[in-house]
Every structure is written in structure tokens, then in C-alpha cells.
């Protein structure tokens, strides 16, 4: 293959939690572990929240434009950027693209919230359970031993001593 593949996304947020400006992924096999598909093709993440990695101070100076657009750098490549999204901005077609991309996003936004939130919901309800659990067995310890709660529960006494502490 003569040519090679490259797919990037810019990120403001750091997309795998590891505090890299870049992570690059190339085609490795996932079940033969050295087996690479060898097609020249590549996906590299940048993150506006990357605190390390080798990468250029010009790299650097992108992600911080890209994170607070506001702060435009006085250079020629900024300006070019700033003229290509105001033309695109302005053109109805291009103003149609946009708005179903921020709709796109609006919604990956509301649905990352609301998987969020019944993730929260599910670790409170565990946390209500293993609570409760506690306090029952607290109650149990009072007139018996843990030997016998253990019997009685089918908890391990290290399980005991774990909910207990």
C-alpha cells in the first residue's frame, strides 16, 4: 500500500484518563498478540487536558487554542483557522453542517449525563445495600457470635470483619 491513513480527533477532555496530549493506535491484532494488519493506517487522539508526553511546544500551542478559542495566538495559521470557521459559520450550508454537529454533540453531552447519573444512582443504591447489610449484622453481633452470623448469613467471617470495620 502506497499511501497512508490518518484519523484524528481533537478532544477537550483527556479520552482515556492517562494525562497524554496524544495517544496513537495502529492496527495490532487483538487476539495474536505481535500480529499487525501493516496498512499504514493510524488514529491519533489529542487532548486539550494533556499534561505529558513528548510532543512540540507548536502542538501545545494548537491544544491550548483549541481549549480557549478566545485566546487567539497571533499567527498566521490562527487566523487562517478563525477565517475558516466564520466563513462556514456563514454559509447555509455550511451553518446547516455546524449546527448538526453541535447537535451531535449536544447529544453524546446529555447522553454521557445520563448514563453518569444512573451510574451514581446504582452506586448509592450498592452503597444503601452494603449499609444495611452492616447494620444487620451489627445488630446480629450483639446477642451472637460471628461464627454464628456467619452460618446464618453465609458470609465468610473475613467478609464480617470487612463490614463491620
Known sequence: MAGFGLSGFFCCFDPFGY???KYTFTNDCHEESG??????TAKIFLSTKGKKGPVSDRLIELLGYIEHPENVPEKPLYRNIENEV?????????RHS?????????DARRYGREEGREEGREEGREEGRK????????KMLESTSKEEVSKLTGLSLDEIEELIK
Do not use: F, S, W
Open 86 to 94: 466564520t466563513k462556514v459559520r456563514l454559509d447555509p450550508e455550511g
Open 35 to 40: 500480529l499487525q494488519l501493516n496498512d499504514k
Open 19 to 21: 494525562g497524554h496530549y
Open 131 to 138: 449499609n444495611e447489610r452492616k447494620e444487620i449484622i451489627c
Open 98 to 106: 455546524y449546527m448538526l454537529v453541535e447537535a451531535k454533540i449536544m
